[in-house]
């Protein structure tokens, strides 16, 4: 059977009938926009496959109860329990989330650019890692509307459904996220200049 052709909506009905191969295709079809935006949050590999695995059972268990009624959404609506997820455990912990400039996954290397030089990879590399440690030096909710919009590919109003506020918040806090981007990179460059 050809699951690559099938929409999500077919995929889970595949799934709740029965066939596993309808859940293993949409967890092929989506896993890396959802530990993406997962690991963005928490900067941690192990703790952003957790919740990975965390968010699956959920959907599983939700999928097999009957309580699926997201027509045409499931992306979305399982990065809200992804994102939920998250929450819950900085709430259950007292966390922030630490920022880390450690390795670990790196979702840049599955960009697989291959006709550039050793400069060029080594610029490419280094200006990933400066945009990723702006990132973790936005306020939580910029970062969440950046990472969501650029990383999940996430619709405004996905996103705004997602974390509970209007559009034009959503909106806002994007706006914000590279106002606030834009001016550490310029801060970055005059630093340059003067060393």
Do not use: C
Request: hydrophobic content about 35%.
């Amino acid at each position: 059977m050809k699951l690559q052709g099938k929409n999500d909506q077919e995929l889970i009905h595949l799934y709740i009938s029965g066939q596993e191969a309808g859940l293993a295709e949409l967890i092929r079809r989506h896993k890396s926009k959802i530990y993406t935006s997962i690991y963005m949050l928490v900067k941690d590999q192990y703790l952003a496959e957790d919740i990975f695995q965390d968010t699956f059972i959920k959907v599983i268990n939700t999928l097999k109860t009957g309580k699926y009624n997201e027509e045409g959404k499931f992306l979305p609506w399982v990065l809200r329990i992804a994102h939920n997820l998250v929450i819950d455990y900085y709430r259950k912990d007292k966390r922030t989330p630490v920022i880390t400039s450690g390795d670990g996954y790196d979702i840049f290397d599955v960009l697989g650019l291959h006709d550039e030089s050793i400069e060029e990879r080594m610029v490419r590399d280094q200006t990933h890692k400066d945009l990723r440690r702006m990132i973790q030096l936005l306020p939580a909710e910029q970062k969440e509307v950046l990472i969501m919009r650029h990383y999940g590919d996430l619709s405004f109003k996905e996103i705004a459904d997602i974390t509970q506020v209007s559009i034009n918040t959503a909106l806002g806090r994007m706006r914000y996220a590279l106002n606030n981007l834009r001016k550490m990179l310029q801060t970055k460059e005059l630093s340059i200049k003067v060393s």
